[in-house]
């Protein structure tokens, strides 16, 4: 058994070459691009894939992310326990429907449903899925509604900010709806009211304001919106629906801004989305819609799938899923009730407070945001300051420690604007956070000392995208 490290290295991006040490049965190497004829011993094929994994990111020092990257121990078991679960197998794993409802459940009482038991929603991949689901319901309501009226349905258009995440382009792409963007500016970085009843007329079918701007962590006005389309209503008998991209804020408003009225408690929200795998604090693919009561979800959008004998009425994209996220979900629900969720969001929102309120006093910066809705923030560097550098630029002298903090334009009309910004998540303690600062201050120290602008050659491979 030899291995030649002149043949391995010719043949680099063809095969993967197999350390001497793993190769249980002397192979060399393992085609990169086609099934090898005979396999490997799992030890080996473990060590491969294992070994390629340690040049990904750091998941902890992820201080772009919204998603989830720690759970507890138990939790981890249980994920395993339950990896071979398929959400779909209703009648197969009656016990995991039963408390994906009870999770609905959960979730239609934390968003203030007036009657929880009427409600009805389903579990997603993400709040991707979820929006495509919430989106479709309105346009297909909409429809029923023209038709009615012996109306056209030939041009729907749905009304958001321009800070919209990117699923709501792609829902208005695929389900051929026109999107009406309201750009956000200096003034207001949100969609505003007066934007909204300006944007909106018969063709309609939803607006939807986001808790939780991805870009900066603001909520977006629900309760003000939903006012002016109630006045809206009351002049032209146009009676237009609010779907919440709560993708975020689904699970941080109710424990840390309860008073917000954001939720079921307005009539005209219809539907609300969240990502379990965002503030929801599991692993990813899990998201959550809801509508306030059955009748929002037109029948004919709805299947059913065996069910104990019966049959259970689902809706999705997917057919088949995993079922573990769910369960995960549920563990999060018994182990930290509305006590726990409140003091890891809690713990978020004062280590994004600490770090807006150090960073904001850095020489460079000012801050866009500092944790007060979402417990993310941002920051952009003063127009005045040494343009030798630019955030883009820290952002990569950070990476060099493992940091992983974006740097991006902000949306139509702002675009001129580049910001940086940290989602704080569970696992991401005050000691980290103080760690971060001292690599944050030695990054700018030597920004600042630069004679020559940052080598852009450098930064050609960009170690993430926005
Ligand atoms: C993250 C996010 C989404 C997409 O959610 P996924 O769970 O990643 O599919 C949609 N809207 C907003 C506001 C988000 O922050």
């Keep these: 058994m030899s291995w030649r490290p002149d043949r391995h290295m010719k043949k680099a991006s063809e095969e993967v070459a197999i350390n001497p040490l793993f190769a249980r049965r002397g192979e060399e190497s393992v085609p990169r691009y086609r099934?090898?004829?005979?396999?490997?011993?799992?030890?080996?094929?473990?060590?491969?894939v294992h070994d390629e994994l340690t040049l990904d990111g750091s998941a902890r020092l992820n201080l772009a992310t919204f998603v989830g990257t720690w759970m507890e121990p138990e939790a981890q078991k249980l994920y395993?326990?339950?990896?071979?679960?398929?959400?779909?197998?209703?009648?197969?794993?009656?016990?995991?429907?039963?408390?994906?409802?009870?999770?609905?459940?959960?979730?239609?009482?934390?968003?203030?449903?007036?009657?929880?038991?009427?409600?009805?929603?389903?579990?997603?991949?993400?709040?991707?899925?979820?929006?495509?689901?919430?989106?479709?319901?309105?346009?297909?309501?909409?429809?029923?509604s023209r038709r009615?009226?012996?109306?056209?349905?030939?041009?729907?258009?749905?009304?958001?900010?321009?800070a919209v995440q990117v699923v709501w382009e792609k829902f208005a792409n695929y389900f051929e709806v026109e999107p009406r963007y309201v750009n956000i500016?200096?003034?207001?970085?949100?969609?505003?009211?007066?934007?909204?009843?300006?944007?909106?007329?018969?063709?309609?079918?939803?607006?939807?304001?986001?808790?939780?701007?991805?870009?900066?962590?603001?909520y977006e006005p629900v309760e003000a919106i939903a006012q002016a389309l109630d006045d809206l209503e009351k002049r032209t008998g146009l009676s237009i629906p609010i779907h919440v991209d709560a993708a975020s804020g689904g699970f941080v408003a109710p424990f840390l801004q309860p008073d917000l009225v954001w939720d079921f408690r307005l009539p005209r929200v219809h539907s609300i989305n969240t990502?379990?795998?965002?503030?929801?604090?599991?692993?990813?693919?899990?998201?959550?819609?809801l509508w306030r009561d059955k009748t929002l979800l037109p029948e004919e959008l709805i299947f059913?799938?065996?069910?104990?004998?019966?049959?259970?009425?689902?809706?999705?994209?997917?057919?088949?899923?995993?079922?573990?996220?769910?369960?995960?979900?549920?563990?999060?629900?018994?182990?930290?009730?509305?006590?726990?969720?409140?003091?890891?969001q809690k713990t978020c929102q004062n280590v994004a407070h600490f770090l807006a309120q150090e960073i904001g006093a850095m020489e460079p910066f000012e801050l866009v945001t500092d944790g007060s809705d979402l417990p993310?923030?941002?920051?952009?560097?003063?127009?005045?300051?040494?343009?030798?550098?630019?955030?883009?630029?820290?952002?990569?002298?950070?990476?060099?420690?493992g940091w992983q903090v974006p740097a991006y334009p902000l949306p139509p009309t702002m675009q001129d604007v580049t910001i940086m910004r940290i989602?704080?998540?569970?696992?991401?303690?005050?000691?980290?956070?103080?760690?971060?600062?001292?690599?944050?201050?030695?990054?700018?120290?030597?920004?600042?000392?630069?004679?020559?602008?940052?080598?852009?050659?450098?930064?050609?491979?960009?170690?993430?995208h926005h």
């Design 185 to 218: 500016t200096p003034e207001h970085p949100y969609l505003t009211p007066e934007g909204v009843i300006k944007a909106v007329d018969e063709n309609t079918i939803g607006v939807v304001p986001i808790l939780g701007v991805t870009y900066t962590g603001s």
């Design 275 to 289: 990502s379990g795998h965002k503030y929801g604090l599991v692993y990813p693919g899990l998201g959550w819609v």
């Design 35 to 48: 099934l090898s004829e005979e396999g490997l011993l799992p030890e080996t094929a473990y060590q491969i």
């Design 423 to 464: 989602v704080v998540r569970n696992s991401f303690s005050m000691d980290m956070a103080q760690l971060f600062l001292d690599d944050l201050n030695r990054a700018v120290a030597y920004l600042q000392g630069l004679d020559h602008p940052f080598p852009q050659a450098l930064r050609q491979h960009k170690p993430f």
């Design 80 to 144: 395993v326990e339950a990896a071979n679960k398929n959400i779909i197998d209703k009648d197969e794993y009656p016990e995991t429907a039963a408390i994906e409802e009870r999770c609905l459940k959960i979730l239609a009482n934390l968003w203030n449903a007036p009657d929880p038991a009427n409600s009805i929603g389903v579990s997603t991949t993400g709040s991707s899925e979820a929006c495509m689901l919430g989106g479709l319901a309105l346009k297909r309501r909409w429809q029923l």
């Design 376 to 401: 993310v923030f941002a920051w952009r560097k003063r127009p005045e300051e040494n343009p030798l550098w630019s955030l883009e630029d820290l952002s990569f002298v950070l990476r060099e420690r």
């Design 148 to 162: 009615q009226q012996g109306k056209s349905t030939d041009h729907p258009n749905i009304v958001f900010s321009s």
């Design 304 to 344: 059913n799938v065996s069910y104990l004998g019966g049959s259970m009425p689902t809706f999705g994209l997917n057919f088949s899923r995993p079922g573990a996220q769910v369960l995960l979900q549920y563990y999060n629900f018994l182990r930290l009730g509305r006590q726990g969720y409140y003091t890891v």
